[in-house]
């Protein structure tokens, strides 16, 4: 009998409570063909040491500084979609923020699933990547319940945490 193939899925999530968020789904990664994408930093140099090569590093970005952010942003825009064309995944999976909505759009322009889960961070209010792929994502998912209000079409399954 022919052993059936695993799904590619790419998680990818700002550093930070993001990609805390996102590791949370770690449980996940054993079914299926996984990749991780978040930004390279001091705090996550360490997880090149548990995932190898199923994980990649675009630029630190920070809204903070706007003029930087803007060169890096559209610098991590080719990087990721080097990343994308590298390991083709069947699925993207992302908990934000700024890095996931580029990767999120090269995903969706190339037929790829699209699955967000809005920050836990955010009870009442939405953020800048949800508003922009909750209009495309295949399943928009939102941690606490008051946040239906906001996202009408968005499945809400609880906490990550």
């Not at 997880?47 to 500084?65: A, E, P, R, S, W």
């Not at 003029?67 to 890096?72: C, L, M, V």
């Amino acid at each position: 009998m022919k052993a059936m193939k695993k799904k590619k899925v790419m998680f990818i999530a700002s550093t930070g409570g993001h990609l805390n968020e996102l590791l949370q789904l770690k449980p996940l990664f054993e079914h299926y063909n996984y990749h991780i994408v978040t930004e390279k930093t001091s705090s996550n140099l360490s997880l090149k040491n548990k995932y190898g090569k199923k994980i990649n590093y675009v630029i630190y970005g920070t809204k903070d500084h706007p003029f930087t952010y803007i060169f890096k942003l559209f610098f991590n825009c080719w990087i990721e979609l080097f990343v994308y064309l590298k390991t083709r995944p069947r699925y993207i999976v992302t908990t934000g923020a700024h890095i996931a909505g580029p990767m999120c759009l090269i995903g969706k322009f190339f037929g790829t699933k699209i699955i967000f889960i809005e920050t836990f961070a955010n009870s009442s209010s939405k953020t800048i990547t949800g508003k922009i792929v909750y209009k495309f994502a295949d399943l928009f998912i939102v941690q606490w319940e008051s946040m239906l209000e906001l996202y009408p079409k968005a499945k809400f399954y609880g906490s990550l945490f």
